[in-house]
């Protein structure tokens, strides 16, 4: 009764034959597309701000870059860090952003006599070694057993290890043929 009353009130109402005796509306499928985009939204509102999160970085640093006059050759980004090289001038920009702050740097590569990437680990029960702390660890010619150091990713900031791991690796291999060159 009420499918007729509709559909002699208003011709988006009408049902057209689908498959196997189903029947589906313009209303249904309005439904449909509404329901998926509320759960989608969501996840889509999180890769949004995580973009503008990795955009604000990369402008910061490409800004310092600017400053020194320089330009970024390489960058990578992730949601809270971002790190880019001049290849030309051998230097490493890097940022980082915690909470409302955003921290730029920069090192000159040719000044660094010594390079690692320090991955700690915890010894917490568990699945195998999960990393407490990942940071980049410069020492200079002139040092007095100063380190510059670089914290990628900490624990007790950060309770998620996302990506660190792999840029840690991929970044310290780069770092590393910067240095040697």
């Given at each position: 009764?009420?499918?007729?009353?509709?559909?002699?009130?208003?011709?988006?109402?009408?049902?057209?034959k689908?498959h196997?005796?189903?029947?589906?509306?313009?209303?249904?499928?309005?439904?449909?597309?509404?329901?998926i985009l509320?759960?989608?939204?969501?996840?889509?509102a999180?890769y949004?701000g995580?973009?503008?999160?990795?955009?604000?970085?990369?402008?910061s640093?490409?800004?310092?870059?600017a400053?020194?006059?320089?330009?970024i050759s390489?960058?990578?980004c992730?949601?809270?860090f971002a790190?880019?090289?001049?290849?030309?001038a051998?230097?490493?920009?890097?940022?980082?952003?915690?909470?409302?702050?955003?921290?730029?740097?920069s090192?000159?590569?040719?000044?660094?006599k010594?390079?690692k990437?320090?991955?700690?680990?915890?010894?917490g029960?568990?699945y195998?070694?999960?990393p407490?702390?990942?940071?980049?660890?410069?020492?200079?010619?002139?040092?007095?057993?100063?380190d510059?150091?670089?914290e990628l990713?900490?624990?007790?900031?950060?309770?998620q290890?996302?990506?660190?791991?792999?840029?840690a690796?991929?970044?310290?291999?780069?770092?590393?043929?910067?240095i040697?060159?």
């Amino acid at each position: 009764m009420l499918i007729m009353l509709l559909t002699t009130f208003h011709p988006y109402f009408t049902f057209t034959k689908i498959h196997n005796n189903m029947e589906t509306t313009t209303g249904t499928t309005i439904g449909i597309i509404a329901t998926i985009l509320i759960f989608a939204s969501p996840f889509l509102a999180m890769y949004i701000g995580r973009l503008h999160r990795e955009r604000k970085l990369l402008s910061s640093l490409k800004d310092m870059a600017a400053k020194n006059s320089s330009t970024i050759s390489r960058y990578e980004c992730l949601p809270d860090f971002a790190i880019g090289i001049d290849d030309s001038a051998g230097v490493l920009y890097f940022a980082r952003r915690e909470r409302t702050e955003t921290s730029c740097d920069s090192i000159n590569l040719k000044e660094i006599k010594r390079f690692k990437t320090d991955i700690i680990t915890g010894n917490g029960s568990g699945y195998g070694n999960i990393p407490e702390r990942i940071e980049f660890c410069f020492t200079t010619a002139n040092s007095n057993g100063n380190d510059i150091k670089i914290e990628l990713f900490n624990k007790n900031k950060k309770s998620q290890l996302t990506d660190e791991l792999q840029f840690a690796h991929k970044w310290s291999k780069e770092i590393s043929n910067l240095i040697k060159g």
